[in-house]
């Protein structure tokens, strides 16, 4: 099955400071978001993204799908934006698969 | 109104116990899944299902099974739990082909 790996597996934040994530797969894809799990264990979806580039607010993503690879930028980070980062895909039959995440510790 | 509803939210029972775990979703979608959540954070699939239609079925053991009446609900039956069972389980939909997946608050299940 496609793998999906990224990094870093933890990264710690001053708060202000910016952050680029990565997600890299091993095959070509249908679909890919980025979703957030809340210190509390809630999944937020925070982008689809299958190509190109979208922002919402202080994060932005880009999926270079020819190349095999997303990224993730948090700007200005935020105490409340950490968290786990999850990358998943789906080749194209319902088959979602998850990265194994980027701890996110954001300290005031 | 909630867009994926789990429920219970905690379930604490004995090896040996059957339990079930119901699902709804009310966004109109098409596909639900199935995740397993490991006290590592690792999301696993377990299974995915389209419109009541099982499509995905990762190596799970037949002990669980999964029941979807009709495309808004997808329930989990789990016969004979063991202590292994034990993690956090997720329900999600999404429209057909994946897109923007939304996940339920999740499932803490305790087998002891």
């Known amino acids: 099955g496609i793998q999906v790996e990224q990094s870093p597996p933890d990264l710690i934040l001053q708060e202000g400071a910016n952050s680029t994530l990565r997600c890299n797969f091993s095959?070509?894809?249908?679909?890919l978001q980025w979703f957030h799990q809340n210190p509390w264990g809630q999944l937020i979806n925070l982008f689809y993204?299958?190509?190109g580039t979208k922002q919402n607010g202080r994060l932005s993503a880009t999926t270079v799908a020819t190349e095999r690879y997303s990224l993730l930028y948090i700007s200005s980070s935020q105490t409340t934006d950490s968290g786990v980062y999850f990358c998943?895909?789906?080749?194209?039959?319902?088959?979602?698969?998850f990265g194994a995440g980027t701890r996110l510790t954001v300290k005031p | 109104d909630t867009a994926v509803s789990q429920t219970p939210k905690y379930l604490v029972t004995q090896m040996g116990n059957d339990k079930s775990i119901k699902c709804e979703q009310n966004l109109g979608h098409d596909t639900m899944y199935w995740y397993k959540q490991d006290s590592k954070k690792f999301l696993k699939i377990m299974f995915s299902?389209?419109?009541?239609?099982?499509?995905i079925n990762e190596t799970v053991p037949n002990r669980f099974s999964p029941k979807s009446p009709d495309k808004a609900h997808l329930n989990l039956h789990i016969n004979s739990l063991e202590l292994g069972d034990s993690a956090v389980y997720f329900c999600?939909?999404?429209?057909?082909?994946?897109?923007?997946?939304?996940f339920g608050q999740g499932t803490r299940l305790t087998v002891v």
């Open positions: 999600a939909s999404s429209t057909i082909g994946g897109r923007r997946a939304f």
């Open positions: 998943a895909v789906d080749p194209g039959n319902n088959d979602m698969r």
């Open positions: 299902y389209n419109n009541k239609e099982l499509i």
């Open positions: 993204i299958p190509s």
């Open positions: 095959d070509s894809v249908n679909n």
